[in-house]
């Protein structure tokens, strides 16, 4: 795999982690010195205006990196499609501004002032530029800047953030801290672009193409936020929403190590595919190394969690939780079916053009998890909700692979899997073996992930696998280099 791509993939994983890391650093704070009712309302004001940055970003998050991945090689030409994209960006959000402060005239008078705080989110969103380093491949400058004004964040709430009485200080570091990240980024532009004259029309032609990447966005996130809406009206016992969300973010918390390489894939592909035919061996070959990464990655973590998570559980929930282990290895088929079609869809299907059979696949799972979950929520609860989800992700996936599979080779080669799965099984007795033996705790799920990942990494340097070879040599002649 290209040292770059390892680079940029090394970068967006250490922000992510950063991402899932940071809660259990400040919501233990936060809880204590805010209480329910205020975290509730943050909360609350927070979804609202999210609602809003959805239906004002539009798609420009994927298509921006992906037009500026296309036109990067002309400075000239990539600094023009820069300003058409971000006026166009800032436009839309422009009137998504508009709309949410009317909106919020229209809800209690006694939180008013915090929705209002929460708006200087839309600002920072219109500000936003993260999408031109994607384009350009600078994953590096993106990740560090985010991380940095997280850790500001952080101070700034252990600060100065003690009683119920700081909620709109609490919002105000927040939002205002997206604001000073976006500052940053403009900032360090100026090595990239000059300034170049755009017209309206150049604005406009923009603006139909990034309509349809939000599409199926909109479709994802409606799905995922429906599934906790019908659960909670389908199914009598309220608490199954709370199982269900456990359980599914627990597995996504995981996925970023996968999803992550779509990330940086996607302009390197956009890039490429600019070269028509001439590099269509070279898009396979990529795309082969990112299909054989995400099966090197999604098969030891599904074989891991089913072994782990019921010792985890164990102390980690309360006695009431324990319902969530099953749902947790039952969700675990979801992280190979977004695996494959992190590649399909997000590597291959969108930097290439295909945003039409992209589409598709996305409404194809969402109306499939509708219907399941009509069929399944009234009788099984959580579980019903899981298995809706489970086939849906099937079907965004299966959809994907029929529209790609006679213009692309990525089939899934046994040859190529055998070891990942004789490795994993191994790793996962080693894994159920310490659990079994250790009281369940954090220290003990640490022994058994570090001697997991030790035997899985240990066979699979004995069996001689020829990707987990080629990425051991990188990383150690990287090392050797420093």
Not at 72 to 77: E, P, Q
Not at 317 to 331: A, M, N
Request: with cysteine; charged share 15%; hydrophobic share 50%.
């Amino acid at each position: 795999m290209d040292r770059k791509i390892l680079k940029n993939y090394f970068y967006n994983i250490l922000y992510q982690l950063f991402v899932v890391i940071t809660p259990f650093i400040t919501v233990p704070y936060i809880t204590r010195a805010l209480g329910g009712e205020a975290l509730g309302t943050s909360d609350w004001t927070a979804g609202i205006v999210q609602w809003f940055v959805l239906f004002g970003i539009l798609g420009v998050n994927i298509y921006g990196n992906k037009k500026i991945a296309e036109v990067r090689d002309d400075k000239k030409l990539m600094s023009k499609t820069f300003f058409e994209i971000f006026v166009m960006q800032f436009i839309c959000m422009l009137i998504s501004g508009i709309a949410y402060l009317l909106f919020i005239q229209t809800i209690n008078p006694d939180i008013r002032l915090y929705a209002f705080l929460q708006s200087i989110s839309l600002i920072s969103v219109a500000l936003d530029v993260t999408w031109f380093f994607y384009g350009v491949e600078d994953f590096k400058k993106a990740s560090i800047r985010n991380m940095i004004i997280k850790v500001l964040g952080i101070i700034l709430i252990f600060t100065f953030v003690k009683s119920q009485n700081d909620l709109g200080l609490f919002i105000l570091i927040n939002a205002g801290s997206g604001v000073l990240g976006q500052a940053i980024m403009w900032i360090q532009l100026r090595h990239y672009i000059s300034i170049e004259k755009i017209s309206a029309s150049g604005v406009i032609q923009h603006l139909k193409p990034n309509i349809l990447l939000f599409i199926p966005q909109i479709a994802t996130s409606i799905y995922t936020m429906l599934d906790v809406s019908m659960l909670g009206y389908l199914y009598p016992n309220v608490a199954h929403v709370s199982y269900y969300q456990q359980a599914q973010r627990f597995i996504k918390m995981f996925l970023f190590f996968i999803t992550s390489i779509g990330a940086v894939m996607l302009p390197r592909i956009a890039n490429m595919n600019t070269r028509g035919e001439e590099a269509k061996a070279e898009i396979t070959r990529f795309l082969q190394t990112t299909l054989r990464m995400a099966l090197y990655l999604a098969i030891p973590m599904i074989v891991g969690i089913i072994t782990l998570i019921p010792s985890f559980i164990a102390w980690f929930l309360d006695q009431e939780y324990q319902v969530v282990t099953p749902l947790i290895i039952f969700t675990t088929p979801i992280i190979l079916f977004i695996s494959l079609s992190n590649v399909y869809g997000t590597q291959y299907m969108l930097p290439t053009g295909m945003t039409k059979e992209y589409t598709t696949s996305v409404v194809a799972g969402a109306c499939t998890n509708a219907a399941l979950n009509f069929v399944l929520m009234p009788k099984y609860g959580a579980f019903g909700a899981i298995a809706a989800s489970v086939t849906a992700e099937f079907i965004v996936t299966f959809i994907q692979w029929l529209h790609i599979r006679n213009k692309i080779d990525l089939k899934i080669k046994f040859k190529n899997i055998y070891k990942y799965i004789i490795s994993s099984l191994v790793m996962g007795t080693i894994v159920y073996l310490v659990c079994k033996w250790l009281e369940p705790s954090f220290l003990s799920n640490i022994i058994a992930i570090t001697s997991g990942c030790g035997v899985y990494f240990i066979l699979l340097t004995v069996l001689k696998d020829d990707f987990h070879m080629n990425l051991l040599n990188k990383v150690l002649k990287r090392r050797g280099t420093v």
